[in-house]
């Protein structure tokens, strides 16, 4: 089946750039997304790409797609304290609407 | 401000008792889907319905249930609790099927006991 794969924890200082990544296996994948989860809060959506992108810029944030290799990534740029969060990677089939596959999610540290 | 509001917040139940959460799409949205998140983990998918169809389900006992009313509001029905049931349930809505902007909720933090 479809599965989403990330690495656990990341640790960054303040001002410096995070780089979380993701990788999926579903070939047929549309949308990717990056969510953001703060302690006890629901997914706050930070972006998305569409599945013919490479890339997508807004802000601070900069998302990478490798759809060759299935690879996802979400740069932060000037990271905060505030950026301390979970950080989910979610992948949507061909025509699946609202069934999103989510990663196990990042926990970005970021140290002042 | 997503637009999408979840009720109960919390919510406390005991081993076998039935719970019903609540769901009020975004705007103009026609599609609602619904997740568990277990502590420590990402979210699952539970189900999702469209224009008050249930069109898809995720890997979740019959127990799980769900509706859509015609104004796109959605619940979650879950009978028979188990211990396993608490978990972060959140609902998303979107405008169709086709992706796309994919609001969550603030979700109902469900505890069995």
């Known amino acids: 089946g479809e599965d989403v794969e990330q690495s656990l924890f990341l640790s960054v200082r303040e001002g410096d750039s995070s780089v979380i990544n993701c990788t999926y296996t579903d070939s047929s994948s549309t949308y990717l997304y990056w969510y953001k989860q703060e302690p006890g809060a629901g997914l706050q959506l930070l972006t998305y790409i569409f599945s013919n992108m490479d890339m997508k810029q807004d802000q601070r944030l900069t998302v990478l797609l490798n759809k060759k290799d299935k690879h996802l990534s979400l740069r932060i740029a000037d990271t905060q304290t505030g950026d301390s969060a979970i950080y989910f990677c979610?992948?949507?089939?061909?025509?699946?609407?609202?069934?999103?596959?989510f990663g196990q999610g990042t926990e970005l540290s970021v140290k002042p | 401000e997503t637009g999408v509001t979840q009720s109960p917040t919390h919510l406390i139940k005991t081993r076998g008792q039935q719970v019903t959460l609540r769901c009020s799409s975004q705007s103009g949205h026609n599609t609602v889907s619904w997740y568990q998140q277990a502590l420590g983990q990402g979210p699952q998918f539970i189900f999702q319905y469209y224009r008050e169809e249930e069109n898809g389900r995720g890997n979740f006992p019959p127990r799980f249930s769900g509706l859509q009313f015609p104004n796109y509001s959605s619940e979650l029905n879950v009978n028979a609790l188990e211990l396993d049931d608490s978990a972060l349930y959140l609902c998303?809505?979107?405008?169709?099927?086709?992706?796309?902007?994919?609001?969550f909720g603030e979700g109902s933090r469900l505890t069995v006991l």
């Open positions: 979610a992948e949507m089939g061909d025509n699946q609407g609202g069934k999103l596959i």
């Open positions: 998303a809505s979107s405008p169709g099927l086709a992706g796309g902007e994919l609001f």
